[in-house]
C-alpha cells in the first residue's frame, strides 16, 4: 500500500547575540499556502517554471492578525515583513539533495539584525527582495512565542521540508 503525501515543513531559528552568546532556539511548524502548492503541481506535472532559488524572510508582530492559506506575496493582509537585517536581500535558503523523504539547508540561512524588532514568524519566497510583493509564497510559520531581536544579533535559520 502506498503512502499517503502530506508534506511537513519546521523552520528552526538559533538566536545569537553580538558575543554569540546563544539566547534561544525557536522551532516554528510551517503552513504551505495554496500558492505554494499550485506552483509545485504546475512545475511538476504541468508546464510551469520551476523555481530554482527561494529565500527566508521574517514576519513583524506589529499588526500581525493571522497566516491564511490564500496569501501570497502580493496580497496577506494579516501580516508584514520585518526587515531589520542588514542583508541586501532576503538570504537564500539553499537546500541539498532529497534523502529518506527529506531535503533541507546544510549550511544555515544567517539574519545580520541591525535593529530592535519582534518577530511573529518566518516565509519562504522565491523572491529575493526585502518587502518586495512579487513571486511565489511557498510556506509560512509563526514561532511559538514572539522572539525580540536587538541591534547584532543573528538568527540561524535551518528549514526542512520532508514527508514522513
Same mark, same amino acid.
Given at each position: !500500500?502506498?503512502?499517503?503525501? *502530506? ?11 553580538? /558575543? ?19 506552483? !509545485? !503541481?504546475? #512545475? ?9 532559488? $527561494?529565500?527566508?524572510?521574517?514576519? /513583524?508582530?506589529?499588526?500581525?492578525? #493571522? ?11 494579516? $501580516? ?5 537585517? &542588514?542583508? *541586501?536581500?532576503?538570504?537564500? $535558503?539553499?537546500?541539498?539533495? #532529497? ?10 540561512? /544567517? ?27 511557498? &510556506?509560512?510559520?509563526?514561532?511559538? &512565542? ?6 547584532? /544579533? ?11
Amino acid at each position: !500500500m502506498l503512502d499517503p503525501v *502530506a508534506f511537513i515543513g519546521l523552520f528552526v531559528a538559533e538566536h545569537r547575540d553580538a /558575543d554569540g552568546v546563544l539566547l534561544g532556539v525557536y522551532q516554528a511548524p510551517n503552513a504551505i499556502v495554496t500558492e505554494g502548492v499550485h506552483h !509545485m !503541481m504546475e #512545475a511538476e506535472f504541468r508546464s510551469g517554471s520551476q523555481s530554482a532559488t $527561494w529565500y527566508v524572510g521574517l514576519a /513583524d508582530n506589529t499588526g500581525w492578525t #493571522a497566516w491564511a492559506a490564500a496569501d501570497t506575496m502580493a496580497s496577506h493582509a494579516g $501580516w508584514t515583513e520585518a526587515v531589520p537585517y &542588514s542583508n *541586501a536581500t532576503r538570504p537564500q $535558503w539553499t537546500c541539498g539533495a #532529497a534523502a529518506a523523504r527529506t531535503i533541507t539547508n546544510a549550511s544555515t540561512v /544567517d539574519f545580520t539584525v541591525n535593529a530592535a524588532a519582534t518577530l511573529k514568524g518566518l516565509f519562504i519566497t522565491n523572491n529575493s527582495t526585502k518587502s518586495g510583493t512579487t513571486g511565489t509564497l511557498w &510556506s509560512e510559520a509563526s514561532f511559538s &512565542s514572539t522572539v525580540t531581536v536587538a541591534n547584532g /544579533d543573528t538568527l540561524k535559520v535551518t528549514y526542512t521540508l520532508n514527508v514522513p
